[in-house]
């Protein structure tokens, strides 16, 4: 897991072990675009490592939130869901079946150091997310007005 080496590097120098498990957490969050649940993260893992457990996955997400290799993107109305890709970048929760998406939104810089410069204290980073039906929740409104 070479291309984990800037995160290890950040784990250690925040006084955290560097374990397997944690490697396989925040490798699968940072290639996984479902913006998973722990319940999610264990169920898609559990087969490959079976000595992992969901309080694991629980407590390596706290950690990994804490020194800010996951963002816990705040679902609405569920259960918590976790992102492992830091670049900034919108979310789209669809409001009828859960589903989130990763939304780039041209302009987002702009609007973000307009912020910053309107504010008078410290802005560190911004989150802006969008909420409607995804592509096949609006197919399915639409066919029930037909």
Known sequence: MRHLADQIEVMKNKGFKVTH????????LQHSKKHPSAEMIYNDLKE??????????????EMLMKINLVVDIGAPEERRRFDG????????????????????VPGIEQLFEKAKAAHPGTINHCRLDFFGFCEECQAQEEQAVE
């Open 48 to 61: 490959k490592y079976p000595t992992m457990s969901l309080a694991t996955i629980y407590n390596t997400l």
């Open 21 to 28: 498990q944690r490697l396989v957490v925040l490798d699968y």
């Open 85 to 104: 890709i830091l670049v900034e970048h919108s979310h789209f929760f669809c409001t009828k079946c859960g589903k989130i998406e990763d939304l780039t």
